[in-house]
Structures are given as structure tokens and as C-alpha cells.
């Protein structure tokens, strides 16, 4: 760029001494602290794993399409919805991949969530603090309301007629740790 009487000139987006340094500082630190995160050397990162306990939980045979049960897990201050939905749903078992689990508290802020299965339209909610509500079809994602986290999902398995429950999709509201309340 040039100014009128094509003399010297004008360098309009050049970075002054200040903002140099700082950009410069900047970048040095950054370099410095994310090499101390373990992996950023180019090993991979092992995932957390967390064991379970296998608990079990119902019958296939006992239960029929939109009559939800009840059940705790991982420990007794931990209520959840065992569910027959009667069509294909995400981590669904037994013949037709419809058997779900959740949590019945609300991640947003621990509202209960017992009672409100909607069979018209596979949900649960609204949560009664501020009317959040679920898709139990697809992993319990948020349907509408002030959660951004879905809904904790019981991972479920099926050995012959037993129903089990062995692990949970996503963290129980209030815990840092789903096996510790």
C-alpha cells in the first residue's frame, strides 16, 4: 500500500516491538506447558477405565412396551428407568434393540426425573426445575430445556432372560465419580 504521491511506503498491518513480545511470550508458554501433558510427546493417551459392578436388574421377559421399571445402580442414591420402548433405540438390547436404561436425575441441576416418562414420544421429562426433557431413542440426548449434557445411559446386557446393569454412559449429577456419591 502507498499513500498519494507514491513515496515512501505505508505498511498498515505491521506489529509493533509490544505486541511482538507478548505474541512471542505467549507462544513460548504455551509450548512449555502443553508439553507437559501426558501424550503430547506423540504417545497416546490411555483411556480411564472404570470397572463396574455387574448388577442384575430384570427379566426380558417381564417387561412390556412402555411400562417402565425401576431399579439403583451403581449404588442405592442412584434411581433409574429400565424401559421396553418398542422400537430400535442407541445402546438398546435383547431381539428388537430396545431395551434402555437412564438415570432419573436430571444432569443440568439434579432435578428428579421419576414419573415423567412420556410413552407417546419415548422421553423423559420435563425435569421439573427447568423443563428439561430427554430422547431415550438416541442415548437420552436433550430434547429441549436447559441441559447440555444428555442423560446418563445405563449400559445394559442381556444373558439369556437376565437383564444386567454393567456400566453408565456419561456422569451421575453431583459426582465427580459415578461409584462414589
Excluded at 516491538?17 to 512471542?24: E, N, V
Excluded at 429400565?82 to 432435578?111: N, R, T, W, Y
Excluded at 420435563?126 to 445411559?153: K, N, W, Y
Aim: hydrophobic share 35%; with cysteine.
Amino acid at each position: 500500500m502507498t499513500n498519494e504521491s507514491n513515496e515512501i511506503p505505508v505498511l498498515s498491518n505491521c506489529m509493533s516491538r509490544r505486541q511482538l513480545l507478548f505474541r512471542g511470550a505467549a507462544a513460548v508458554t504455551g509450548t512449555v506447558l502443553l508439553s507437559s501433558f501426558p501424550g503430547s510427546n506423540g504417545e497416546a493417551l490411555a483411556a480411564r477405565v472404570t470397572t463396574y459392578p455387574r448388577l442384575a436388574i430384570g427379566k426380558l421377559s417381564k417387561l412390556n412396551v412402555n411400562e417402565p421399571g425401576w431399579f439403583v445402580y451403581p449404588d442405592k442414591s442412584a434411581a433409574n428407568i429400565l424401559i421396553k420402548l418398542g422400537e430400535p433405540a442407541g445402546g438398546g438390547i435383547g431381539p428388537d434393540q430396545d431395551i434402555v436404561a437412564f438415570s432419573q436425575i436430571c444432569p443440568h441441576m439434579g432435578g428428579p426425573l421419576g414419573g415423567t416418562y412420556k410413552p407417546n414420544d419415548q422421553a423423559l421429562g420435563p425435569c421439573p426445575l427447568h423443563q428439561t426433557s430427554f430422547d431415550l431413542t438416541r442415548h437420552g440426548m436433550v430434547i429441549a430445556g436447559h441441559a447440555t449434557e444428555s442423560l446418563p445411559q445405563i449400559v445394559l446386557e442381556l444373558d439369556g432372560d437376565d437383564i444386567y446393569a454393567t456400566g453408565i454412559l456419561g456422569l451421575l449429577y453431583g459426582r465427580c465419580d459415578n461409584l462414589k456419591s
